[in-house]
């Protein structure tokens, strides 16, 4: 897999849409950053593949159901969880931004960083 070059403040490749463009299909957002890193196919805290529709808006990372309850269960001041597919309208032009600039790959490489492989 290549490496992937991340530069404070750059732009993302995708253009701004307002967060209204996603009510005709609520799957697209979720599609969009599936497409924009492969590692938004999977759960950032558990790795698993199964109902990833989930974000912690704050954290920049996508969720599979199972950690959102957790992540929900930690309070909003640690992590503000919505649905990709029934939140969509919550979704700004910033936050989308923000979702694909860091994604799940950057934010395990940051918050993982110094993690005990064992």
Not at 14 to 29: E, M, N, Q, V
Not at 40 to 59: F, P, Q, R
Not at 91 to 115: C, H, P, Q, S, Y
């Amino acid at each position: 897999m290549p490496a992937r070059r991340i530069t404070v403040g750059a732009k993302p490749s995708i253009p701004r849409a307002p967060s209204g463009s996603y009510d005709d299909t609520p799957d697209k957002l979720l599609q969009m950053l599936r497409d924009n890193d492969q590692g938004n196919c999977w759960c950032s805290d558990c790795g698993s593949g199964a109902k990833v529709e989930w974000v912690s808006i704050n954290l920049a990372i996508i969720l599979c159901i199972e950690c959102s309850g957790i992540h929900r269960s930690l309070g909003t001041h640690i992590s503000k969880v919505r649905s990709l597919t029934l939140d969509i309208t919550s979704f700004t032009a910033d936050i989308v931004e923000l979702l694909m600039l860091v994604g799940n790959r950057v934010a395990n490489m940051i918050w993982e960083a110094k993690l005990d492989a064992s």
